[in-house]
């Protein structure tokens, strides 16, 4: 018997006011893998990957994570506000906007969700919290408030708050996209490490050298479809289609 | 005997009506923030069930001289069959008027909130009453200490108003006193050194926030 | 409740209406003067009304009501209820006003008076041509916006027995028996002033962020 899938996404359709976002897209993502996302603006990434977290509802279609569906409770009801905050609690997110809470120091960003969403104790989530802020190299940014750190700064505890909650997978969303061009490469560094630790990532990204060197899997989304779906060298060497081709010319002229 | 000296062998009244009168304020300014804070928690969400009626219910206190509605509840009231003391229609009064206040000046605020912060804190697994008490009702107190602080002020001012419905408060003591021994204009500058106490103390409160708000990059608003 | 009694609570709107517009006539110029002598920055003066305008703002008009209804004739001073209505309203929206003012005259720019000086303006001219029309514009939301606040605190009169349009509901309930009915019709007047004057608020707002531009 196969393992089961970190990700599994079978079927998904969503539309907005009548439109189809996303159509009947499938992909599914093992334990350990790091999967990108490419395609250009307006394609669907984004909301592929917040349909994973339910931040947005696929009209068709289910989503698995470690084989248990989200947003669907096991009677077919939808889930309970409860039910579902568990299960985005097994997911970690990484926003274009970095999203910190700008009331509270670093240290307490990153210990938030562990002290009232799992309960963790004070002690127990600060040495967590430590833990992940010296691998993202923030440690000594702690008792600093966001506004005085600059954007890869933010970035970095960021995903340090994300992997507070010991996430099965880790969800980015251009993650570098509002980052001036001399701050990308330390956030791109932190995500890299987490690649070698065999952290399960998806990554909507638009740094095509960086997706190249950390993806197993590479899909491209075309207006909501998944067109392509292959391993990165295959994927930046030998696309299938001419639209992955003109999209690659475009966008990474050097690859 | 001098009026002040007058004034003195009566410092009980006064310090009663102060008493009465800080007694009045810090209940109803507790109570009415927390109705004000209520309200727009029932205002979360993408299309709240309450909407029409909070809206309706804030725009029309604010359209309303305090009294009228404390003459309602103590006044009024007692013909529709129920009936308290001019203490509890006060306090009731109070809180329901400034609570309308209170969630309009944080309703405001939360408007102008960049919806990625809530997303940042569902995506994380905060229920919804805990990512507001966590997460957005802390920022719009740190973003409004100043209206807050202006209507928290007002509130204050319009305890003197339920002397008129027989609340013996710090005016009513003012009152009373300058009608005994004929010293309004003793009694009353005692009165009115009161309430700019207060009122002082209040702003210096508001300052302290601030100070806490400086430190996490919130200008005042 | 029949006509009669409709007929005192529009005596009581009335009542409302001319003793707060008479304190805001007044309170809007002479929150105007106040300003100017604080922007003039005159020693001791200066001081003096910023103690006036802090305590002012700290009073309830409650309590300024029945200071100088109670006060006046123990120095003399006979005053009719009316009269010292409206100086106790007079009294405290000045402050409020004193303030809005000065913050529009603090946030005006200096270079028009260059410029204005420049092509041979008097400073009165420059005062009354350019710059008090701009400052009134700016100005204009706030004070009316302060208009409703001095009409929502107007009922202050009524501790010295002025019969306005709050207490006239205790003379018709004392004839009807039932409170009720004459106070939800005060409630109902109420909101027509307040919403006409949030009304002209929107208009004056929309008047001086064209100015903005
Ligand atoms: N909440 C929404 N309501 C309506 N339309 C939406 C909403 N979110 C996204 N869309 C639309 O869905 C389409 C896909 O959006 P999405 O954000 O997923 O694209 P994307 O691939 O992430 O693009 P980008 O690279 O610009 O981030 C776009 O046409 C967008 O306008
Ligand atoms: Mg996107």
Redesign the interface.
């Not at chain 1, 408030?145 to 005085?148: R, V």
């Given at each position: 018997m196969p393992e089961t899938a970190a990700v599994s996404i079978r079927n998904l359709s969503k539309s907005f006011d009548g439109t189809e976002v996303l159509r009947d897209v499938s992909l599914e993502v093992q334990p350990g893998e790091v999967v990108s996302i490419l395609g250009s603006s307006g394609s669907g990434k984004s909301t592929l990957l917040r349909c994973i977290?339910w931040?947005e509802q696929p009209d068709r279609g289910d989503i698995r994570i470690a084989g248990d569906r989200i947003g669907v409770s096991d009677s077919g009801k939808p889930m309970s506000?409860?039910e579902l905050?568990?299960m985005?609690?097994r997911?970690?997110?990484v926003?274009q906007?970095?999203?910190?809470?700008?009331?509270l120091s670093v240290l307490r960003n990153v210990t938030?969700?562990p002290i009232?969403?799992?309960g963790l104790s004070k002690t127990e989530a600060d040495e967590r919290a430590m833990a992940l802020l010296e691998k993202v190299g923030m440690a000594d940014k702690r008792e600093q408030?966001?506004?005085?750190l600059s954007g890869g700064q933010k970035q970095r505890v960021?995903i340090a708050?994300?992997l507070a909650?010991q996430p099965k997978v880790m969800l980015f969303d251009e993650p570098t996209s509002a980052l001036d061009p001399e701050l990308v490469g330390e956030v791109l560094g932190v995500i890299k490490d987490l690649s070698k630790e065999g952290y399960t990532m998806v990554l909507v990204t638009h740094e095509m050298e960086f997706a190249r060197a950390v993806s197993d899997q590479v899909v491209f989304l075309d207006k909501g479809i998944i067109i392509e779906k292959s391993h990165p060298s295959e994927f930046f060497e030998n696309p299938k289609t001419d639209r992955v081709r003109r999209f690659l010319e475009l966008e990474a002229p050097a690859v | 005997m001098s009026n002040w000296d007058i004034l003195w062998s009566s410092y009980d009244v006064f310090l009663s009506g102060f008493y009465n009168t800080l007694k009045l304020f810090g209940l109803s300014a507790v109570l009415a923030f927390l109705m004000g804070s209520a309200m727009v928690f029932l205002l979360e969400g993408s299309r709240p069930r309450l909407k029409v009626p909070l809206r309706i219910f804030i725009d029309g206190m604010r359209m309303l001289p305090f009294l009228i509605l404390a003459y309602l509840l103590y006044y009024g009231l007692p013909s529709a069959g129920i009936r308290m003391s001019a203490w509890t229609a006060g306090i009731i009064a109070l809180v329901i008027y400034h609570g309308a206040y209170f969630a309009e000046i944080l309703r405001g605020c939360r408007a102008t909130f960049a919806q990625g912060q809530v997303e940042a804190a569902i995506a994380q697994g905060f229920s919804q009453p805990q990512m507001f008490m966590r997460i957005i009702l802390p920022q719009l107190i740190l973003k409004t200490r100043g209206l807050l602080g202006n209507q928290l002020i007002i509130l204050l001012k319009d305890t003197a108003f339920l002397v008129i419905i027989t609340v013996r408060e710090l005016t009513a003591a003012a009152s009373s006193l300058s009608s005994t021994y004929f010293i309004p204009m003793e009694a009353f500058i005692v009165v009115i050194g009161f309430y700019w106490l207060i009122s002082i103390g209040l702003e210096l409160f508001i300052k302290m926030i601030g100070r806490f708000g400086a430190k996490r990059g919130f200008e005042n608003a | 409740m029949d006509s009669s009694a409709w007929g005192l609570l529009i005596q009581g709107a009335w009542t409302t209406l001319w003793i707060s517009g008479i304190s805001i006539a007044i309170g809007v110029v002479m929150g105007l003067l106040i300003a100017l002598l604080r922007v003039a920055k005159i020693p001791v003066l200066h001081q003096l009304l910023g103690v006036y305008i802090s305590l002012a703002r700290a009073t309830p008009l409650v309590t300024l009501v029945l200071f100088i209804f109670l006060t006046a004739p123990t120095m003399g001073i006979n005053l009719n209820r009316n009269v010292a209505g409206i100086i106790a309203l007079t009294l405290n929206t000045t402050a409020f006003n004193a303030e809005i003012w000065r913050s529009a005259f603090n946030n005006f720019s200096k270079e028009q008076r260059e410029a204005a000086l420049a092509i041979g303006m008097t400073p009165w001219v420059y005062f009354r041509r350019i710059m008090l029309p701009q400052i009134t514009i700016t100005s204009l939301p706030g004070l009316v916006n302060e208009m409703s606040f001095l009409i929502k605190g107007s009922p202050a009169i009524a501790v010295i027995g002025v019969v306005d349009l709050t207490r006239v509901t205790n003379r018709i309930s004392a004839v009807t028996y039932d409170p009720l009915p004459p106070i939800l019709a005060a409630a109902v007047l109420y909101m027509l002033i307040i919403s006409l004057l949030v009304w002209l608020q929107r208009l004056a707002e929309r008047k001086a962020s064209r100015l903005a531009v």
């Open positions: 977290n931040l506000r409860r905050a568990g985005r609690a997911l970690g997110m926003f906007g970095f999203n910190l809470w700008p009331h938030e969700a009232h969403v799992q408030y966001p506004y005085t960021a708050r994300a909650m | - | -």
